[in-house]
């Protein structure tokens, strides 16, 4: 069965610096692996994915994703964050060719200070 | 033009009483699930549904019942609600592809608060 590990419960940067919102993964093989941003309130709404290819991923709002699978990682990145990116993040992963379930890890809160 | 919708938003209820939470998707899938995000906002399955068959059942207790009349709709009623009910719950749904499925798309949650 796959699990998710995100380290860090929350994470504090400065409008305008860089971030990077780190995620482990155990899973047999190489699994289908996605980040969905949680606003307040609202529902979950999908960053990016990663399925095969290449293995830097490219998703809304100016962030990127590395599958890195000798270090089972799949970390999210953007280079300057904005005040709006403040939200809680999730990684999750998702079987092939098995179960349809998504398994989440446990969030990280970004807090974007000005 | 919403693409997974859930109704309620919000329901605040009595212990012991039964509710259900409606789902619906436009998007054509053939997957639809229900997720719930505890206190400590964490997510897990509850229940999928594929082309309005039970595929996936982990280990919810059976006060907890899905019902998918057609491929695009999945409720969740619960019976005999308790306090640890209370939490926020995700209807959801994907598309089944070869080895395996897209990516799922999240309604706006149903707050369930048990008093």
């Known amino acids: 069965a796959q699990s998710v590990t995100q380290p860090d419960i929350h994470i504090t940067v400065s409008e305008g610096a860089s971030l990077e919102l780190r995620c482990n993964y155990s899973y047999g093989a190489t699994p289908y692996l996605f980040w969905y941003v949680q606003s307040p309130g609202q529902g979950l709404q999908l960053l990016l994915k990663y399925f095969s290819g290449d293995t830097l991923v490219q998703g809304i709002k100016g962030f990127e994703a590395e599958f890195k699978r000798s270090q089972s990682s799949f970390n999210l990145r953007k280079p300057s964050v904005h005040w709006s990116d403040a939200a809680e993040y999730f990684c999750a992963v998702g079987a092939r060719g098995g179960s349809e379930k998504l398994v989440f890890g446990k969030g990280t809160k970004l807090t974007v200070n000005p | 033009d919403t693409a997974v919708s859930q109704t309620p938003k919000y329901l605040v209820t009595q212990m012991g009483n039964d509710k259900s939470i409606k789902c619906e998707q436009n998007l054509g899938h053939d997957t639809m699930y229900w997720y719930k995000q505890d206190s400590k906002k964490f997510l897990k399955i509850m229940f999928s549904?594929?082309?309005?068959?039970?595929?996936i059942n982990e280990t919810v207790p059976n006060r907890f019942s899905p019902k998918s009349p057609d491929k695009a709709h999945l409720n969740l009623h619960i019976n005999s609600l308790e306090l640890g009910d209370s939490a926020v719950y995700f209807c959801?749904?994907?598309?089944?592809?070869?080895?395996?499925?897209?990516?799922?798309?999240f309604g706006q949650g149903t707050r369930l608060t048990v008093v």
């Open positions: 549904y594929n082309n309005k068959e039970l595929i």
């Open positions: 959801a749904s994907s598309q089944e592809i070869v080895g395996g499925h897209t990516e799922a798309f």
